[in-house]
């Protein structure tokens, strides 16, 4: 700022202001000159001490955050336990905007810290799939939302990716009751840090009794978008320094065979051109993938504007706001707002649910470029009678399933029950690959089953009995156990001494709720 007394020279430097000032005749610059050099070496000092101190600061927080995380972790229920997380405090980055639109957080100091139910604090990952879930009044579907993510992943994919369930609740018991649930459903997926489950603190939300009507909607209508509102902008703080791209979902979809690397490939594909977010479903919120760089901005908008309209209505204020002229038409904003959204057809997501989240809302949403998908996976397996004591749903076979030509669907299994596979003649084989239920069934799968062979050689089982292949169990029949379904999946690789077969079997050992489904059968030659 520059007066006729003199110059007031203003640095703003890593948090801390300096302030220079000097007083001097508008014209007496020759009497009185400064020594630039020593002054910006004084601030080059002065800043240098002030990103020492930021550093110094950052860690003190840190260390606050995991003493906070530390003393609200002794709550337990149903085989779960809420733990510390050394991850789950939102980013220094977030939390004066936090503050700032919600200032209310400013009586709390642990309301940026997620509770961590499951989880490892994965990191450096490509994708992060974010799914917000609350307590429905009718059905939920969460499990079967998981169980599709993970459907056809390789663990090559399963290492790039972490998938964060937050469960947008406050009360205790519940949240412990869904990680739960997802802790036997995906013990593989949560123990490798895959899968995570947090709740945000109840001191994170506002008084949602003091909000104001908009758009003719009711107070319930009201309260529950600016929840949702803040339950997507806490997840997204959460999940933004997890990885490369941020994948916004909903808990009652279905996604498509493939999704991952589509996904990965698309976005790597424009990764030089400019866009705020890539669409791998038209629905709403769906499917909505932001680079996790572009996410403080993102928060800081929907934080702005919480209480007044749709998450979905917000997104595309966003762009409005970056690209469109107001100078110019309509079209011309149009054109510029799809610029910056760039669409993958087909779309990768599907949703399913048909009971909303709000109470009493039906939403039979389907979106049509989603396409139809392959509900079985063909293999070229060799010459076998197959026979089972299940019976087959319409025209759904196991003789069909076996051959490649459909899947098996089988009524609901009973303790005893078997598929047979007898070999025309003796086969090596050194793995297999049985998958249970498919991307639109994924709950129809065999539960408490194991894979049995039978070995040409009746020494094979003798040495399995005397505990020379102790990875072995004797079954009856002259049958040996090699293996059994966890998750809908059994698969392995045999042992070099019982690759010679002559029959293979599936036997169920207890009864079950659900009916079966066989989408995949492969037998891998040695």
């Known amino acids: 700022m520059r007066h006729k007394y003199g110059t007031l020279l203003i640095v ?31 601030l080059r000092q002065a800043e240098q001490r002030a990103t020492e101190l930021t550093t110094e600061l950052n860690y003190v927080l840190k260390g606050l955050n995991n003493v906070t995380n530390t003393n609200t972790s002794s ?74 993510l993970l459907y056809d992943l390789s663990p090559q994919q399963k290492d790039d990716m972490v998938i964060i369930i ?82 916004q979902l909903e808990d009652d979809i279905v996604a498509k065979l493939g999704y991952s690397d589509m996904m990965k490939t698309f976005a790597t594909g424009v990764s030089s051109e400019e866009w705020l977010y890539l669409e791998f479903s038209q629905l709403g919120f769906i499917g909505k993938l932001f680079r996790t760089s572009d996410l403080p901005m993102v928060v800081e908008f929907f934080l702005m504007f919480h209480k007044d309209k749709p998450i979905d209505w917000l997104l595309d204020h966003i762009l409005w706001v970056k690209v469109c002229n107001p100078e110019k038409d309509a079209k011309h904003c149009n054109a510029e707002k799809s610029r910056m959204k760039r669409r993958h057809k087909p779309s990768l997501f599907q949703h399913v649910g048909l009971h909303s989240s709000l109470p009493g809302k039906i939403q039979n949403l389907k979106d049509k470029d989603f396409g139809k998908q392959p509900l079985f996976t063909p293999h070229k397996n060799p010459g076998a009678e ?37 070999f025309q003649q003796p086969q090596r084989v050194q793995g297999y690959l049985f998958r249970s ?8 799968w065999f539960y408490n089953t194991t894979v049995e062979v039978l070995p040409r050689d009746r020494s094979v089982v003798e040495r399995v009995q005397k505990g020379e292949l102790p990875q072995y169990q004797a079954s009856s029949d002259g049958f040996i156990v090699i293996g059994s379904f966890v998750n809908g999946l059994a698969e392995g690789v045999l042992d070099a001494a019982v690759q010679d077969l002559t029959a293979m079997r599936l036997l169920v050992h207890t009864d079950s709720d659900v009916w079966v489904l066989l989408s995949e059968l492969f037998h891998e030659p040695g």
């Open 166 to 247: 937050f469960v947008a609740e406050t009360d205790p018991a519940f949240v412990t009751s869904v990680a739960e649930e997802v802790r036997i459903n995906f013990p593989a997926d949560v123990s490798a840090g895959l899968v995570e489950v947090i709740s945000p603190p109840a001191s994170f939300y506002p008084d949602f009794s003091e909000l104001k009507s908009t758009f003719g909607d009711s107070k319930d209508r009201v309260k529950w978008r600016t929840k949702q509102n803040l339950d997507f902008s806490f997840l997204m703080m959460y999940a933004q320094p997890k990885g490369t791209f941020y994948v």
């Open 437 to 444: 239920g498919n991307i639109e069934t994924n709950g129809d």
């Open 75 to 148: 709550s337990r229920a149903r085989g779960v336990e809420k733990k510390e997380d050394v991850n789950a405090s939102i980013p220094m980055s977030f939390q004066t905007s936090s503050l700032f639109y919600l200032p209310h957080l400013r009586q709390h100091k642990d309301s940026l810290v997620a509770n961590a139910y499951l989880g490892r604090g994965r990191s450096g990952v490509s994708l992060v799939l974010g799914i917000p879930t609350v307590r429905r009044q009718k059905q939920s579907y969460l499990a079967s939302t998981i169980a599709s």
């Open 386 to 422: 197959v026979s089972s004591s299940l019976k087959h749903y319409q025209s759904h076979s196991l003789d069909k399933a076996y051959r490649g030509q459909d899947f098996f669907w089988g009524l609901t299994p009973t303790a005893g029950d078997y598929i047979h596979i007898l």
């Open 12 to 42: 703003f430097s890593m948090g801390c202001l300096f302030v220079i000032s000097w007083h001097s005749a508008q014209k007496d610059y020759t009497s009185k000159q400064v020594d630039l050099a020593s002054l910006f070496e004084r």
